[in-house]
């Protein structure tokens, strides 16, 4: 009876070990899920929000002229948990990549435009952010936006720093008929790849 009794004992310590395994890769799958969600939100309200702040720095200003990642954060139109120091001009997003924010031409004028650029996104995030209604009208100020599966937030932003901008699936362009905003899902799942360094570059006037 008593050897009965341990082989019981050891089989239900089996069946538990085996269902605490089961329920923390579950619970690490959900975990890492909803961390890579909320992310991905963070990095459409950081965009929201350097934006807003950048366009509130420059209100009283005819151009953007001087505006840059070092200025951007000495101003304050980034909050200090997208950066480690004031000694460098690395700002960094939800994910970790890099933001790259620089002036633009607009209608044949220098600096009458500003870009925000983000990299190191993974393909849900960067989806999110291209398919984003980031404004049509003339209030919000935005121009265009520019998607790649490269990775690279400031080459991204440098395509977008031209006044001609040429319409290809992976640019949007407000009014557009054909390149419009917000980016198609057929074209976001098209500009962004299946790895985790996708970047994004939205252009402001």
């Excluded at 031409?105 to 980031?134: M, R, S």
């Excluded at 949007?172 to 360094?197: E, F, L, R």
């Amino acid at each position: 009876m008593r050897v009965n009794e341990q082989g019981r004992s050891m089989i239900e310590m089996l069946g538990v070990l085996a269902i605490v395994g089961v329920l923390s890769v579950g619970g690490i799958a959900g975990y890492s899920k909803a961390m890579n969600k909320f992310k991905t939100n963070k990095v459409i309200d950081q965009i929201n929000m350097i934006s807003t702040n950048i366009r509130t720095l420059y209100s009283s200003q005819r151009n953007y002229n001087g505006l840059n990642n070092q200025l951007a954060k000495k101003a304050g139109a980034v909050s200090g948990d997208m950066f480690s120091s004031e000694s460098n001009d690395t700002i960094t997003n939800a994910f970790q990549g890099k933001i790259t924010i620089l002036t633009g031409n607009h209608n044949g004028q220098e600096d009458a435009a500003y870009i925000i650029g983000f990299d190191g996104l993974p393909k849900a995030a960067c989806v999110a952010a291209a398919t984003t209604d980031w404004g049509g009208d003339v209030g919000s100020g935005f121009a265009a936006m520019i998607v790649s599966g490269t990775g690279d937030g400031s080459a991204a932003a440098a395509e977008l720093k031209g006044s001609d901008i040429s319409a290809k699936s992976s640019i949007a362009i407000p009014g557009d008929p054909s390149n419009g905003t917000p980016m198609s899902i057929v074209n976001a799942q098209t500009s962004c790849s299946n790895n985790a360094n996708n970047a994004i570059a939205l252009k402001y006037i």
